[in-house]
């Protein structure tokens, strides 16, 4: 089938948010929109690889970011990128002469890369409670998923993933690496973990997993390994079951509400009081359904959890576990009230050297430079699972040859997703509806 959209591109050559929601970019392709928005406002302490991206790749970015203007008919871009990142700021504006697009410069915040805070940073639009950006004609697209959209333009389909290896390494470094790769690959090229015993934030340590298992694999959202050492503060607090998270919080919470005085959503004016969502820890029989409503708009930042509280408590699990229990109860809570941003909020705004402070990382904070490095893993394993969206079916069979960039996994038409492509070179080992596992 010969291809004539952009859309119909994204989803054969399998691009999809590399921001980590993981969206299928296709169906962005097709909305239509007057704003696209550039997002290379990334916010997590200790990554790096956007801004390392946009100083290396600018040319390409600013091509996908038109493509994408194109597609939906955008009149204006806009592009969101901190002021710090000098390097950045300076490769982007070259490109921006006589272009549709202005820089928006940003202060060095936590979380200034969430849409609902880049949205009205832009355009000065809100938007609308439990709704997304496309309501009010913008689309946004972080910059290593417009970096894909020009290669998918050409025929190339995404292979790698662009990330940052940081926190308790020898030398911090923002490198390409194929799809699959397992993370014990990762730390020879940051020049190794400077402790023998450590933990693993994938993909950051505010919105990303706490793992301990080398044997995990790099996906399409992976945004870097933030390693640190075993008795650090983070591991201990993080890696406590939720169910300890919970009960600790049922005895000691205060309600003091600190939470939902920093929580960026609520400041923003959406109903989010982690506050109240703490409550239903101590009344699940009674108060349950009504107190965990105000959880239905987090966006799970873990501000509240890993910042604002004053007794180490876990409001951002109690809000995680209320979405749930709402979900599982038939519950669809609907903000009714007019979103009007609190006259705080700018005076709330937490910035990255106060939370890394308060995260007890401030010795982890360095440049982390993008090395032209070749990552060959001698196996990969693709996750078909993980992405919002219908999960593609295996198309290879165990002992098959396979090219980088071959198929290995496809949809069929009209199905909302984004192919999977083999990103090495290799014989397929083993095929599941999980995964497709290839030997170098
Ligand atoms: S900040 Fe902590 S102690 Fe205070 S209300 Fe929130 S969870 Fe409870
Ligand atoms: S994680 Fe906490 S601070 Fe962040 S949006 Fe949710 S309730 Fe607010």
Redesign the pocket.
């Known amino acids: 089938m010969e291809m004539t959209t952009l859309g119909e591109k994204l989803k054969s050559y399998g691009v999809v948010g590399a921001g980590g929601a993981g969206f299928p970019a296709s169906v962005k392709a097709s909305s239509r929109v007057e704003y696209v928005i550039a997002n290379g406002a990334e916010c997590e302490p200790l990554l790096h690889k956007d801004a390392e991206l946009m100083a290396h790749y600018p040319a390409e970015i600013l091509s996908g970011m038109r493509l994408m203007m194109e597609a939906t008919g955008a009149r204006r871009g806009k592009f969101g990128v901190k002021q710090k990142n000098a390097a950045a700021v300076g490769a982007i504006e070259k490109h921006l002469i006589n272009a549709p697009i202005d820089m928006v410069t940003l202060g060095d915040f936590y979380p200034s890369g969430d849409e609902f805070e880049l949205v009205p940073a832009a355009t000065g639009r809100l938007v609308p409670p439990g709704g997304i950006p496309l309501q009010v004609g913008c689309l946004v697209s972080n910059v290593e998923t417009l970096y894909n959209v020009y290669r998918a333009e050409r025929g190339l389909p995404v292979t790698h993933k662009f990330l940052t290896v940081g926190g308790a390494v020898r030398t911090p470094k923002s490198f390409w690496v194929p799809i699959g790769t397992p993370f014990r690959e990762l730390l020879e090229p940051a020049g190794g973990a400077t402790t023998p015993d450590f933990g693993i934030f994938d993909s950051g340590i505010m919105m990303g997993a706490l793992t301990f298992d080398l044997d995990d694999v790099v996906t399409k959202t992976t945004g870097g390994l933030i390693v640190l050492p075993r008795d650090h503060y983070l591991i201990s607090h993080m890696e406590r079951p939720v169910t300890a998270m919970h009960r600790i ?1 049922r005895s ?9 005085e920093f929580c960026p959503r609520y400041l923003l004016g959406y109903d989010v009081m ?2 109240k969502v ?1 409550r239903s820890l101590a009344f699940s029989l009674s108060g349950a359904d009504l107190w965990n409503q105000s959880a239905e708009l987090c966006c799970a930042c873990g501000l ?1 959890t890993l910042y ?4 180490d ?1 876990y ?1 951002k699990e109690a809000c995680d576990q209320a979405k749930h229990d709402l979900r599982a109860a038939g519950i669809k809570f609907v903000q009714r009230k007019p979103v009007e941003i609190h006259p705080m909020k700018e005076g709330r705004r937490v910035p990255l050297s106060m939370l890394r402070k308060r995260l007890k990382i401030e010795e982890y904070e360095r440049e982390a430079p993008f090395v032209d490095v070749a990552i060959q893993p001698p196996a990969i394993r693709l996750i078909l699972t993980k992405l919002p969206g219908v999960p593609p079916r295996p198309v290879v069979r165990a002992g098959q040859r396979v090219r980088m960039g071959e198929p290995v996994a496809t949809l069929a038409e009209g199905e909302l997703g984004a192919d999977l492509h083999a990103s090495i070179d290799g014989t397929v080992k083993a095929v599941s509806a999980d995964g497709v596992e290839i030997e170098a």
């Open positions: 919080g000691a919470c205060d309600q003091c509400s600190y939470c939902t982690p506050h703490m509240c604002a509280c004053p007794e408590l409001p």
